[in-house]
């Protein structure tokens, strides 16, 4: 099916080059052409690859309506005990909904905490079914941990505080949930395969998905490792993302974690690392030499006070880098432009330093993630490349009209999702006069909140031990991670 759109200015090329008046042409999923626009032909819109958000986990309500508003990883990653398990469809329909109206075309989703409620292989099928709703590609990383549950190391230094607390009902309820035996490794190894035989032939992406080194034994590690050199499927893994990491790192990998992954054969063109909040230089250098992406994540990293990537020095070192979300956009609305703006305005560099260009961060949010999320090369508006094209309001961009301004001067300085007047995935109509085409997302996201009331009452034991064991496991990684 062909098909054209008549833009007012379009971002072309691997410079992101303005030009319009444009009509970017389609057939069969790609671009075909960019050409002039006809004589007369009246349009507002520009046109600009669209974003791909390279790490997120597709959680489909924010953690702050569960009260973690402010938490530091540490504690808020625990905290999410307060979140009841809902249907994983409704979860990913209204998930995926937010995501395209925030304006990426796809999204990598790495499945920590599935909901539970069906055996994986249907659940898997319920996301994939969703994102053919919405119109949007995913990939899928599937968590694989085998070791601290809680902490990272002995966490019975944080069940004593709570029994010396007074709180022994807590503190035993907290073992006997820490006491259950986390899969064998060749298990977890094996659930992989199992869901991508469920997902053959939908188009996702499977990889696996090591939720961090601190929560992966070296032997699962290794395993990982040799699964994928053996079947070519790529890895997307949590690295470095908060200061306690760091210290855990260099505590119990003196030669560095970085290199351990490289020895290991870990570290290569199939391997994204999320955050890198916390490498070193020479780590940086490592990364970049065997070609291994990392996906920072900058409004989740300033929610969770984890820190500011080290984005320039990657740069310098050659990192490739692709942004994304983490499901944890600045305003939590999984706005992909509100994104690439805050990324460039953190490093930019200060005064006349040169720091991120506006194409390095194009670059970063529309080419540089699809290669991890198993997408074919694109990210450019040229011909032949995926049909993966966002439109946004030019006059509302442009509010003041009155001087020719470069359109990426006013993407860069006011875009966010409200600008957003389409988005074609692969060719696909997905947004349309601003709205989802493939299904209701206000409905969606008015089911998934009855949802989430209903099933309430199931966490309100955990919310009520949630006061008492928050202290204690604060005070475990101050008295015992230290600062690096």
């Known amino acids: 099916m062909s098909e054209s759109i008549l833009v007012a200015k379009a971002l072309v090329g691997p410079d992101f080059r303005p030009v319009g008046p444009s009509e970017i042409h389609m057939s069969d999923g790609r671009i075909t052409a960019v050409t002039p626009a006809p004589a007369g032909a009246k349009t507002t819109a520009l046109a600009l690859p669209a974003p791909v958000n390279a790490h997120?986990?597709?959680?489909?309500?924010?953690?702050?309506?569960?009260?973690?508003?402010?938490?530091?990883?540490?504690?808020?990653?625990v905290g999410l005990g307060a979140m009841p398990p809902v249907d994983a469809g409704l979860a990913a329909r209204a998930a995926l909904a937010r995501a395209a109206l925030g304006g990426s075309a796809a999204v990598m989703v790495?499945?920590?905490?599935?909901?539970?409620?069906?055996?994986?292989?249907?659940?898997?099928?319920?996301?994939?079914?969703?994102?053919?709703?919405?119109?949007?590609?995913?990939?899928?990383?599937?968590?694989?941990?085998?070791?601290?549950?809680?902490?990272?190391?002995?966490?019975?230094?944080?069940?004593?505080?709570?029994?010396?607390?007074?709180?022994?009902?807590?503190?035993?309820?907290?073992?006997?949930?820490?006491?259950?035996?986390?899969?064998?490794?060749?298990?977890?190894i094996d659930a992989v395969e199992r869901v991508a035989g469920a997902l053959k032939g939908r188009g996702v992406d499977v990889q696996f998905g090591p939720t961090g080194p601190q929560w992966c034994s070296p032997d699962l590690l290794q395993a990982i490792a040799e699964a994928s050199a053996r079947t070519g499927r790529r890895v997307h893994m949590h690295l470095l993302e908060t200061r306690y990491q760091r210290a855990w790192a260099d505590q119990h990998f003196p030669d560095g974690i970085v290199q351990f992954l490289d020895r290991i054969g870990l570290l290569g063109p199939r391997l994204t690392l999320a955050h890198g909040t916390w490498c070193r230089a020479e780590e940086l250098a490592a990364i970049a030499a065997a070609g291994a992406t990392i996906a920072i994540n900058t409004s989740s990293n300033l929610h969770l006070k984890s820190g500011i990537a080290p984005v320039t020095a990657m740069k310098a070192a050659g990192?490739?880098?692709a942004m994304g979300l983490?499901?944890?956009?600045?305003?939590?609305?999984?706005?992909?432009?509100?994104?690439?703006?805050?990324m460039r305005l953190l490093h930019a560099g200060h005064g006349f330093d040169e720091g991120l260009s506006r194409q390095d961060v194009l670059s970063a949010a529309c080419r540089a993630g699809r290669a991890t999320l198993g997408l074919p090369e694109g990210g450019q508006l040229v011909a032949g490349a995926p049909a993966d094209i966002l439109l946004l309001d030019m006059t509302a961009l442009d509010r003041d009209g009155?001087?020719?301004?470069?359109?990426?001067?006013?993407?860069?300085?006011?875009?966010?999702?409200?600008?957003?007047?389409?988005l074609w995935v692969e060719g696909r109509h997905v947004i349309s006069n601003r709205t989802l085409v493939g299904l209701n997302a206000a409905e969606a996201e008015s089911a998934l909140r009855a949802a989430y009331r209903d099933a309430l009452p199931g966490t309100a034991e955990f919310r009520e031990d949630w006061s008492k064991l928050r202290p204690a496991l604060a005070?475990?990684?101050?008295d015992r991670m230290g600062c690096c």
């Open 110 to 188: 790495h499945l920590t905490r599935p909901m539970g409620l069906v055996p994986l292989e249907e659940e898997v099928l319920q996301i994939a079914d969703a994102a053919d709703a919405v119109g949007l590609r995913i990939a899928l990383a599937l968590s694989l941990r085998d070791r601290n549950p809680l902490t990272y190391g002995d966490h019975g230094p944080v069940l004593d505080a709570l029994s010396a607390n007074g709180d022994v009902a807590a503190a035993s309820r907290l073992a006997a949930t820490l006491n259950r035996p986390m899969p064998p490794i060749a298990a977890q």
């Open 326 to 342: 983490d499901g944890c956009a600045l305003d939590e609305d999984d706005d992909a432009l509100r994104e690439l703006r805050l």
């Open 475 to 478: 005070a475990w990684f101050r």
């Open 56 to 77: 997120d986990h597709a959680r489909p309500l924010s953690a702050t309506s569960f009260g973690l508003a402010g938490e530091p990883l540490e504690t808020w990653l």
């Open 319 to 321: 990192v490739r880098v």
């Open 402 to 422: 009155l001087l020719p301004v470069d359109p990426r001067a006013l993407l860069f300085a006011r875009a966010r999702r409200e600008h957003i007047l389409g």
